[in-house]
């Protein structure tokens, strides 16, 4: 039994085009793992690769060089997928098909006998919010967050180990991806890997533990959000600085603010954090607070995006 | 096992799908104005054997012996349904077998546990079911209609509908191909109808023959023949079944069958080395 849910090894995709001959590396030899029941999120900007990566991963696109495994398995075996549940981006789901008989043909499709599709329906339509009048009206009625809705229930339908959602939220109010956040923080709770690939950063960084960053097709950075967000600086707030400290403690500050009496100083290292305070206190200058500064998300994900141009 | 369930969803499926857009109750309205026109308009009447009167329209047409006037009638229906039939049926398929190749929606079908072989064969399945459906409906309900009002049951009726389906599952092969090539309900359409219009044609191959110069066009014609599907000879053996007038050569079925099996064997091949 694998300890990784997804591992790719040099996964590679190169689209061709005969005339004009022209070649597209969309994904270069990516190697990844994502661990079992974590929740993993995959970043990246327009047309970095996430969702030609996704698609080797499932098998829609096969890989020109290197290899993807699900829970040990080559994702091209039919049976590696199905502990998977999926939700693609841009999903067109059949609109003559009802919520109800969507669920039903994807649940038959994923393996599941008449009677256990019948009862997992309507506990999955119930959870993921969908009102009792709409599960036998047909898919063409549903509103957009509705489609996002009954579409993650049919990624759940299987009770599968693994789910892969491109853009879960993605026309969904406020409401709304609250409630989907809830349902795969439940997801995660029972030990379902969780891998999103999604533009919304505060939404992975609300709920993944790891993220990964594409950028050119390439694995630019990984990690676990904890670690990519920390570590950046130190902070120390202080009051009544004389002014010959303040003029000292600047020059060696990263960043400097001042309000009320109030300086807030912002040091890259813990040394010259520990200096600044042995300097603030043999001035007998009060300090309030001492906190290591943290990136967002979003400021981690310019960073590599911009470095890597 | 998840193949009989799989199958039976995916044929299910295409039924869902052949009723949303119309497909079935469009056959189904044609079908059963053609039984009621045989059931209301022609009225005849028989006595000893034979034929005291015939009217359509009220009008009396002229009688001949019952038996042979039924296998005409009924070769004029099984021609209808091989042709205008099989040309409606193959523009109600197209769609229905492109359609699956939609983006948005293949990846999540190909993201299920069934095999790329398994989704284009039960989509092929349930596209033949549909329009096999609606020609049981229409030869086996025509067929008891002139048994009961004539007396004549003959088989060769009920039989020359296996060949139709047979052809339309020829002609369905070569749709799931150009599907898989280039996404196309249009190309599929026109491919295939112009293969409709051009078979009857390479069917005269001897008379065409005689008017080319060149040996080489000659030559391309024979090659045209004997490659194509045989939809017009295999006509000849529909009327020939009918009429009860035996079959003078097979190999226009055999033929026909090797295209069906390359076209479906390659649209399997490309589909599964395809990327979505």
């Known amino acids: ?309 | 096992m998840n193949g009989p369930i799989a199958t039976l969803a995916l044929i299910h499926d295409t039924f869902r799908e052949a009723f949303a857009r119309r497909v079935i109750w469009g056959f189904f309205g044609c079908c059963t104005i053609l039984l009621l026109f045989l059931l209301f308009i022609m009225r005849i009447d028989v006595v000893a054997g034979s034929l005291a009167a015939v009217t359509i329209f009220g009008k009396s047409m002229p009688t001949t012996d019952v038996q042979n006037l039924v296998r005409q009638a009924q070769s004029v229906i099984a021609m209808i349904l091989y042709f205008a039939g099989m040309a409606l049926a193959v523009f109600a398929s197209a769609g229905m077998i492109s359609a699956v190749f939609e983006p948005g929606r293949i990846e999540l079908l190909l993201s299920k546990p069934v095999s790329r072989t398994h989704l284009l064969l039960g989509r092929y399945a349930g596209n033949l079911l549909v329009v096999t459906a609606n020609i049981l409906y229409l030869v086996l309900g025509s067929w008891l209609i002139f048994g009961v009002k004539t007396g004549v049951w003959g088989a060769g009726f009920v039989l020359s509908s296996l060949f139709t389906i047979f052809i339309f599952a020829v002609l369905l092969a070569l749709i799931a191909l150009i599907g898989v090539l280039w996404e196309s309900a249009a190309v599929a359409i026109m491919i295939t109808w112009a293969i409709l219009i051009i078979t009857p044609i390479l069917a005269q191959r001897s008379t065409i023959e005689r008017l080319l110069s060149s040996e080489w066009s000659r030559d391309v014609v024979r090659v045209l023949y004997y490659a194509l599907p045989k939809t017009s000879d295999i006509s000849v053996i529909v009327r020939d079944l009918i009429l009860g007038q035996p079959v003078q050569s097979w190999m226009p079925v055999w033929s026909t069958a090797v295209f069906g099996a390359i076209a479906l064997a390659l649209a399997l091949w490309r589909f599964e080395r395809r990327s979505f």
């Open chain 1, 1 to 309: 039994m694998s300890d990784f849910a997804i591992e790719t090894e040099d996964l590679t995709k190169i689209f061709q085009s005969r005339w004009p001959k022209r070649e597209l590396k969309a994904v270069d030899a990516i190697s990844l793992q994502v661990r079992r029941g974590v929740a993993f999120g995959l970043l990246g900007p327009n047309g970095a690769g996430k969702t030609t990566f996704v698609k080797m991963l499932l098998s829609c696109a096969h890989p020109t060089s290197g290899r993807a495994k699900i829970f040990g398995r080559d994702s091209r075996e039919t049976g590696a997928r199905r502990p998977v549940g999926y939700l693609p981006e841009n999903h067109r789901f059949p609109t003559y098909m009802t919520g109800w008989g969507m669920l039903d043909f994807y649940g038959a499709l994923s393996g599941m006998d008449a009677p256990s599709r019948h009862r997992r329906i309507p506990e999955l339509l119930e959870l993921t919010g969908l009102d009792e009048r709409a599960w036998h009206l047909r898919l063409g009625k549903y509103s957009k967050g509705m489609l996002q809705r009954v579409g993650l229930a049919q990624a759940l339908m299987h009770s599968p180990e693994l789910l892969v959602l491109d853009e879960p939220s993605d026309g969904v109010d406020p409401v709304g991806r609250k409630h989907i956040r809830d349902v795969l923080r439940r997801m995660e709770e029972r030990g379902v890997t969780v891998f999103l690939n999604s533009h919304l950063l505060q939404e992975v960084e609300l709920f993944c533990s790891e993220v990964a960053i594409i950028q050119k097709g390439k694995l630019a950075l990984t990690g676990t959000v904890e670690e990519l967000t920390s570590g950046s600086g130190y902070r120390i707030e202080s009051e009544h600085v004389p002014e010959r400290l303040e003029t000292e403690l600047r020059s060696r500050a990263r960043a400097v603010a001042a309000s009320n009496g109030s300086l807030q100083l912002t040091f890259a290292t813990r040394e010259q954090a520990n200096e600044a305070i042995d300097l603030l206190r043999s001035n007998q200058c009060a300090i309030e607070s001492m906190q290591r500064t943290r990136s967002t998300l979003e400021e981690v994900f310019m960073r590599t995006v911009e470095g890597s141009k």
